[in-house]
Nanobody, 124 residues
Framework: QVQLVESGGGLMQAWGSLRLSCVAS????????VGWFRQAPGKEREFGAA????????IYADSVKGRFTISRDNAKNTVYLQMNSLKPEDTAVYYC?????????????????WGQGTQVTVSS
């Protein structure tokens, strides 16, 4: 069983940058795509970005495209989310999740292992 731990969240002013990390332990991300989701207060969890096992494919939600970059280092069992040009509407708890499949996907039902989340707050 793989455990995921996110870090790197915090308070940032609008237009600032943060980099989130997601480290796998117990078992590696071997063969799994990984995604970042976020959930704002009173809203449903929404897809943000995903990366395939090979790193050859990435997918982004329209709301973050051009500002966020997902990457991974399989040797370090770590997936990153570089967030630039942050906006107040990016405020949410950010979760990383490992997929049952190696291909990047936006479908939340394909992700079966979740971290506890890290809070990102963007002030205007």
């Amino acid at each position: 069983q793989v455990q995921l731990v996110e870090s790197g969240g915090g308070l940032m002013q609008a237009w600032g940058s943060l980099r989130l990390s997601c480290v796998a332990s117990g078992r590696t991300f071997s063969g799994s795509a990984v995604g970042w989701f976020r959930q704002a207060p009173g809203k449903e969890r929404e897809f943000g970005a995903a990366i395939s096992w090979s790193s050859l494919a990435t997918i982004y939600a329209d709301s973050v495209k051009g500002r966020f970059t997902i990457s991974r280092d399989n040797a370090k069992n770590t997936v990153y989310l570089q967030m630039n040009s942050l906006k107040p509407e990016d405020t949410a708890v950010y979760y990383c999740a490992a997929s049952m499949l190696p291909c990047a996907t936006i479908r939340i039902e394909h992700f079966n292992t979740w971290g506890q989340g890290t809070q990102v707050t963007v002030s205007s």
